[in-house]
């Protein structure tokens, strides 16, 4: 029986906070939501909690954290979960393939900044190499890849 892989949503590490007092709201682009999802697929072997709370680390940096309006918030929390419903959709389309096609533009955009910031993220090499494939199967409006199989990694551990 395997266990699915997932990462507490957690402060630690974190710098930078909406205030709700102001009508703000901190938005990962990429989300402990979206990660979960693609951590899920990760088959390799579980992480010890010194390298996961070194993920939720890079999860929570600031370069990772974008301020917006509490609308501008909840636009991609929905949008986060049309990437993880294309994530783990495995429905055939007929051709072989499972389509994991986004009907939503903005979603679209949204995998590119999220696969921007999993470049610049120091997650291990394994694990980066699982997302880029996952983000690899997503399409975009237009039945195109949006992810490249090739993708520069960007840096990561070993």
Request: charged share 25%; aromatic share 8%; with cysteine.
């Amino acid at each position: 029986m395997s266990n699915v892989k997932s990462l507490t949503r957690s402060d630690l590490g974190r710098s930078k906070f909406g205030d709700p007092n102001v009508g703000t709201e901190a938005s990962h682009i990429l989300s402990f939501e979206v990660f979960n999802a693609l951590y899920a697929l990760f088959k390799g072997e579980d992480y010890n909690e010194f390298l996961e709370n070194y993920m939720i680390i890079q999860i929570n940096d600031n370069n990772n954290i974008k301020i917006k309006s509490i609308e501008g918030y909840q636009k991609d929390c929905h949008l986060d979960q049309l990437i993880i419903n294309a994530i783990n959709n495995n429905n055939n389309n007929g051709d072989g393939n499972n389509c994991k096609q986004l009907t939503n533009i903005k979603a679209s955009k949204r995998v590119l900044k999220i696969w921007k910031s999993v470049q610049g993220m120091m997650l291990p090499f394994e694990l980066k190499e699982v997302i880029r494939s996952e983000l690899n199967k997503i399409k975009d409006v237009d039945g195109k890849v949006i992810v490249n199989v090739d993708a520069d990694l960007g840096g990561y551990l070993q």
